[in-house]
């Protein structure tokens, strides 16, 4: 029996009707039609699905629309103000974090939630912070690369 | 459309018969996609896919060494629309390799107009040239060629209109698009000896532009093949084998069509479903899944797999050389065995099927549109010039995504549902019904003299393949033979396809060898080498890491460093490695220190890029990567499972770019791969004097 489950979505509040087992990540596509957010593997081991909820990561494809009523979320759609790019989208611009660029909306979502709460992190802060996330053409010297550019650009 | 059926999908692996090109399609078509201007002609009309004998084929415009055939005609490969638009047409795919930005710098720099004035379409079967399938590293030395040849044939009529014109007038490209006389010249062949800018002269070739359509990815606006939207779409799904070879016997699709909104597709042994959302198609074929019976055959193991390909080979061939092993100093024999690898691009399989008044359009990931238009026409009796094929620039391919199999599942949904209908693979079939990295048993035997120089190298590969089996040194008497096996997998391309694991044996292989004739690694290689580029590698690669100084200081059981070489498709790389083994015998990657000749670097970005991607994509076949199998099903079909390389493990890699402006541009998206795993095996050995002959590289 679908529900009607209400969120913050990119800022804007959201009201959907679905199935309330329903993931995320197929609502985010198919019935809002945002369709920067990935699929990957399903089960949260890639990270492609990565979107903001409160602030911190969550995977999308292994998160039931019911568990984020009330919650805001924020997809990559949401993740510039207008014409200007985050830092990170700016900074995975400049530095060429990807190549075929299939992760990097699951990539740049958990590279906010990390910087989110280390607005400075180590090497090995980002290594570990973005573990879990699999990039197959792997481009990790860049991306890693670009989000420590993010946190010179978030400052300037 | 007559009497439409599907095959069953494993038949459609095999190559299908061509229905012949009868492109009809108006010009209105282009008018509506490219604006109006230089009128492109039908495909007939250029020839492209029906080339003359004596062109095409042999690579003037040629797409790609017996692939495709490129245009004949100028405005087969570009449109210039009357706002000066430039639009650029190949049949080439992107799939993170880079061929958009290369492809993009090719045209401007022939066509002396900025990289931003070139709007570029990739690989819409009704619109571009068939340049070939992306596949081999073709692109670069055939497609760029191709394009070159093109836009500089273009060029040279837009200057020979523009010394014509009046005194002062200065002429744009966006005035010759309505000129008469200008189109009417653009419908002659690209000539045989136009003449291409001079590397020497490039000013867009050769610097790091980058990815033109890098922003939209950023913001999450680019529309790969699983983004696509039709209205009225609906989301497919389809019943999978209960295992390998496993016999549909009886099915109730009753239940499944009893859910709101889903439709049951069944034809033979396929079944499909569609539906209103993703969540009702799982639901239904959950439902299908519970009625469902199969009669499963027994299938092999992957614990016992080198046994079943040995014993499938056919016709193992005797050692040629019986005279140097009865006169050698020291023989030595081994066999290297790798496993099945998954290629794992990041998106699954997708595609979008239409069928309207007849004919199909299909929006999918593969690097083969031709082919799979071809496969569409076989699998549904209706001719190739009813069907066009657009890729979209997709997540990822390695190799993996040669085939159709996607796109034929979900035009067969899409026809029995009446609307369009897309699907996308979920990560277990990915996992599970696409094709795989083959497997190989790879036995060598070679012979030294009493100075250590090898006399004789006799190499059979069962079950993989030819690419790298032929050994670079020099030896005098040396034979290599693919033999075929009984492939328990279906099997196909790979990033480097053989030559993944015949370096590997053959490489780790020169390191028992110079162990044997007491001589460093390093040294024994450049013995047995007389290719002055292949040897520059090997030199800048121990150079730049210090590699004797290394190997000489490192001999604790828990540092070791290796190195490796090997030339393929043109280019050439070297590789040296520091491996550290933790208390538990796990190999972690240190350092890597790459080599890599490919000629005239044309974006020393991207290649860098593909460098690094390769280097760290390869961690995982010699690491970790295998895939389990078990009565016929996969049992890692899962990435929690079936590990890839992560940002944990990413060692420190300096690469070193040698550029031969001199020489043509080779492709490089496989080579850069091929040295690693051998230089981690001889490195693992250099820290624990034990010799591992099969990848994954373990321990314990």
């Known amino acids: 029996m679908p529900a009607s489950i209400s969120f913050t979505l990119n800022g804007k509040a959201t009201t959907v009707e679905a199935d309330p087992d329903r993931p995320l990540l197929e609502i985010l596509r198919e019935d809002l039609h945002l369709t920067g957010t990935k699929y990957g593997c399903g089960e949260g081991a890639c990270g492609a699905c990565s979107v903001l909820a409160n602030g911190k990561r969550i995977f999308s494809c292994s998160t039931s629309i019911t568990e984020v009523a009330g919650k805001s979320i924020t997809t990559i759609e949401g993740l510039a103000s207008g014409d200007t790019l985050h830092p990170l989208q700016q900074a995975f611009l400049d530095d060429r974090g990807f190549q075929c660029g299939y992760c990097t909306a699951g990539m740049i979502m958990n590279a906010a939630a990390l910087l989110g709460t280390k607005p400075n992190p180590t090497e090995a802060e980002i290594r570990e912070g973005m573990n879990g996330n699999i990039c197959r053409c792997c481009a990790h010297t860049r991306i890693i690369r670009a989000i420590q550019h993010a946190t010179e650009l978030a400052k300037a | 459309m007559s009497n439409p059926t599907i095959k069953n999908i494993r038949e459609l692996e095999e190559p299908l018969e061509t229905l012949g090109y009868d492109f009809g399609f108006t010009r209105r078509s282009f008018v509506q996609i490219l604006g109006a201007g230089l009128l492109i002609f039908a495909a007939a009309e250029t020839g492209f896919s029906q080339p003359a004998p004596e062109e095409g084929r042999r690579g003037r415009g040629g797409g790609g060494g017996g692939f495709g055939g ?431 694991a015949n370096n590997f044996a053959r490489e780790s292989f020169m390191d028992e060898l110079a162990l044997a004739a007491g001589k460093n690694p390093l040294e024994f290689r450049r013995a047995h080498l007389n290719n002055d580029r292949l040897l520059a590698v090997l030199n800048e690669a121990a150079k730049q890491f210090d590699f004797s100084a290394r190997r000489a200081k490192s001999d604790s059981k828990k540092i070791g460093v290796g190195i490796a070489c090997a030339t393929e498709k043109g280019s050439y790389v070297a590789a040296c490695v520091e491996v550290e083994i933790a208390a538990d015998q796990t190999i972690r990657v240190n350092h890597i220190c790459q080599a890599f000749e490919c000629g005239a670097i044309m974006n020393p970005s991207n290649l860098e890029a593909q460098v690094q991607g390769a280097l760290m994509q390869g961690i995982g076949p010699a690491l970790r990567e295998a895939t389990a199998f078990e009565n016929g099903k996969i049992t890692n079909a899962s990435f929690f499972d079936y590990e890839v390389p992560r940002f944990a493990e990413l060692p420190m890699m300096d690469i070193h770019l040698l550029n031969r402006p001199d020489l043509p541009s080779a492709g490089a998206g496989e080579t850069p791969l091929i040295a690693l795993a051998p230089a981690i095996n001889n490195a693992v050995f250099h820290a624990t004097g034990k010799r591992v002959r099969q990848m994954p590289i373990r321990l314990s």
């Open chain 2, 70 to 500: 490129g245009p004949v005609k100028i405005s087969a490969r570009l449109h210039i629309a009357t706002d000066g638009t430039i639009t650029v047409l190949s049949g080439k795919v992107e799939g993170g390799q880079g061929a958009r930005t290369e492809i993009t710098q090719a045209a401007a720099e022939e066509l002396g107009v900025p990289a931003s004035q070139i709007n570029l379409i990739l690989a819409d079967t009704e619109l571009c040239p068939d340049d070939g399938p992306t596949v081999g590293s073709r692109t670069t030395p055939s497609t760029i060629p191709s394009v070159r040849q093109g836009c500089a044939a273009a060029k040279k009529l837009f200057d020979d209109f523009a010394s014509q014109s009046p005194a002062g007038k200065k002429l744009t490209y966006a005035d010759l698009a309505s000129d008469a006389n200008f189109i009417e010249a653009a419908k002659q062949n690209i000539p045989r000896n136009v003449i291409v800018s001079a590397v020497s002269e490039w000013k867009i070739l050769g610097t790091p532009l980058a990815r033109p359509n890098a922003h939209d990815v950023v913001v999450g606006k680019h529309k790969y093949p699983s983004d696509q939207v039709l209205p009225g779409m609906l989301y497919g799904k389809v019943l999978r084998p209960a295992s390998f070879g496993a016999t549909l016997t009886d099915i109730d699709l009753a239940p499944a069509k009893a859910i709101d909104g889903v439709i049951v597709a069944r034809d033979g042994q396929f079944v499909g479903v569609a539906a209103p959302n993703s969540f009702l198609a799982q639901r239904a074929i959950t439902a299908l899944e519970g009625t469902a019976q199969w009669d499963s055959p027994s299938h092999p193991s992957s614990k016992t797999l080198s046994d079943y390909l040995r014993k499938n080979a056919r016709n193992i061939p005797a050692n040629p050389f019986a005279d140097a092993i009865a006169s050698a100093a020291k023989k030595l024999t081994a066999t290297y065995e790798v496993p099945y690898v998954q290629h794992a691009p990041l998106e699954p399989r997708a595609a979008l099927a239409d069928w309207k008044d007849g004919k199909l359009t299909v929006w999918t990931a593969t690097q083969n549109p031709t082919g799979v238009r071809r496969e569409l026409a076989g699998a549904f009796h209706i001719a190739e010039s009813n069907i066009r094929v657009i890729v979209p620039d997709f997540g990822g391919g390695f190799g993996g995504k040669h085939t159709g199999e996607c796109a034929v599942e979900a035009a067969r949904i899409a026809q029995a549902a009446q609307k369009p209908v897309l699907l996308r693979w979920t990560r277990p079939e990915e996992f599970t019904w696409a094709y795989f990295r083959a497997a190989a048993v790879i036995d060598l035997t070679a012979t030294l003299d009493e100075n250590g120089a090898i006399t004789s190298w006799f190499t059979t590969d069962i079950n993989y393949g030819t690419p790298g089996i032929e050994s670079p040194y020099n030896i005098a008497s040396k034979h290599s033979e693919f033999i075929e096996s009984k492939p328990p997998l279906r099997h196909g391309s790979y990033r480097a396809l053989a030559a993944t």
